[in-house]
T-cell receptor, first 114, second 116 residues
Framework: AQSVAQPEDQVNVAEGNPLTVKCTYS??????LFWYVQYPNRGLQFLLK??????LVKGSYGFEAEFNKSQTSFHLKKPSALVSDSALYFC????????????FGKGNQVVVIP | ETGVTQTPRHLVMGMTNKKSLKCEQH?????MYWYKQSAKKPLELMFV???????ENNSVPSRFSPECPNSSHLFLHLHTLQPEDSALYLC???????????????FGPGTRLTVL
């Protein structure tokens, strides 16, 4: 079954610095990959997805992610972090040739320090 | 707003109570989901409905009973819950097609459930 790993519990970054949230995945075939963000007392909001095509995917709020098949990674990045980016970030993967269900990681808490 | 609403937003219940969570999607999607979110754990998929038919039940205890009367509404009926069932319960919807998996899921704000 498909799975994702988000190795860090919390990512601390100073405002204005680059932000990276790491994600690695495991699927039997080609993956569909997603990033979601969750603000306090809210549901998950979709940020971006990789289905096929260009490995660099651009999404909402200035975020982007790069699909790296050889490293089975899909790290989320933002060139300059804002305090308002402080939230919980989830990586997710679907295996369209498997059970086609979305498997989430445990999430990373991002804290942007003013 | 994502187009998925959930009520109530907060619920406190005793172990002997019966309550229901409600989800409504205004996006015209054909699939709906219940997830359980506990601290420091990945989201747990509980139930999936596609075209109003339950297509997945991930070994969820029978004290949780889903109902999908139409493609826009999803309920989660709760009875004789345990304290460890306290969590955030999230509803989501998506548009599923023949290709499957292309489309993201849209989530509601969740119901924060506390079982005393």
């Amino acid at each position: 079954a498909q799975s994702v790993a988000q190795p860090e519990d919390q990512v601390n970054v100073a405002e204005g610095n680059p932000l990276t949230v790491k994600c690695t995945y495991s699927v039997s075939g080609n993956p569909y990959l997603f990033w979601y963000v969750q603000y306090p007392n809210r549901g998950l909001q979709f940020l971006l997805k990789y289905i096929t095509g260009d490995n660099l995917v651009k999404g909402s709020y200035g975020f982007e992610a790069e699909f790296n098949k050889s490293q089975t990674s899909f790290h989320l990045k933002k060139p300059s972090a804002l305090v308002s980016d402080s939230a919980l970030y989830f990586c997710a993967v679907r295996d369209p040739y498997g059970n086609n269900r979305l498997a989430f990681g445990k999430g990373n808490q991002v804290v942007v320090i003013p | 707003e994502t187009g998925v609403t959930q009520t109530p937003r907060h619920l406190v219940m005793g172990m002997t109570n019966k309550k229901s969570l409600k989800c409504e999607q205004h996006l015209g999607h054909n699939a709906m989901y219940w997830y359980k979110q506990s601290a420091k754990k990945p989201l747990e998929l509980m139930f999936v409905y596609s075209l109003e038919e339950r297509v997945e039940n991930n070994s969820v205890p029978s004290r949780f009973s889903p109902e999908c009367p139409n493609s826009s509404h999803l309920f989660l009926h709760l009875h004789t819950l345990q304290p460890e069932d306290s969590a955030l319960y999230l509803c989501a919807s998506s548009q599923e097609g023949e290709a499957g998996g292309l489309h993201e899921q849209f989530f509601g704000p969740g119901t924060r459930l506390t079982v005393l």
